[in-house]
């Protein structure tokens, strides 16, 4: 397996509270993504970064943040969860672009 | 919106049959590449199909491409129960750094 944690790997928050996920890899990959996953909806992309404090927006990226100071860690900040953010985030990584993809074990939240 | 959709949504087959699945895509594409996804996991790669391929072969796994019908199909060849996850295809939309996701397909392998 490709070196990718992800912690926590649960969480309960509440309602209007700011929430930071980390994503932590070992591959020295360029490209890091969060993903989150909802039934219904499959993989939708929230950020991307494609290297030290380069980042960029995906899909769904309102009420999220993201920052990327080192090369092998990713943070996803909520920065006030709703009920709508409860989910699975993914985060994954490759070391080139639109190339295969290494996910992490995810997150599961729930905003309460 | 959704790069590629997979088809059908759900499959349940016996096992040592062969499973069939669909990804259709709207855009041109570089590659197309088929997850999997075990039940509480993050995904795992399968196979990466390139645009000027036509067919590729990993193990009992079997990925077709048509670019010109833009649609690619993943054969499952004696299935197992432990091939019992989701099934998603990706596509690079044509070179992007991101890849977009299909919203899968559920295959339950029975014994």
């Known amino acids: 397996d490709a070196g990718i944690t992800q912690s926590p790997r649960h969480k309960v928050t509440e309602t209007g509270t700011p929430v930071t996920l980390r994503c932590h890899q070992t591959?020295?990959?360029?490209?890091m993504y969060w993903y989150r996953q909802d039934p219904g909806h499959g993989l939708r992309l929230i950020h991307y970064s494609y290297g030290v404090k380069d980042t960029d927006k995906g899909e769904v990226s309102d009420g999220y943040s993201v920052s990327r100071s080192k090369t092998e860690d990713f943070l996803l900040t909520l920065e006030s969860a709703t009920s709508s953010q409860t989910s699975v985030y993914f985060c994954?990584?490759?070391?080139?672009?639109?190339?295969?993809?290494?996910f992490g074990p995810g997150t599961r939240l729930l905003v309460l | 919106s959704q790069q590629g959709e997979e088809d059908p949504q759900a499959l349940s087959i016996q096992e040592g049959e062969n499973a069939t699945m669909n990804c259709s895509y709207k855009?041109?594409?570089?590659?197309l590449q088929w997850y999997r996804q075990n039940s509480g996991r993050g995904l795992v790669h399968l196979i990466l199909i390139r645009s000027n391929e036509r067919e590729k072969h990993s193990g009992r796994l079997r990925v077709t491409l048509d670019t010109s019908k833009k649609s690619s199909s993943l054969l499952i060849t004696a299935s197992r129960a432990a091939d019992t996850a989701s099934y998603f295809c990706a596509t690079d939309q044509g070179g992007s750094e991101k890849l977009v996701f299909g919203k899968g397909t559920k295959l339950t392998v029975n014994p």
């Open positions: 994954a990584i490759s070391d080139r672009p639109g190339e295969t993809q290494y």
């Open positions: 591959e020295n990959h360029r490209y």
């Open positions: 855009t041109s594409i570089n590659n």
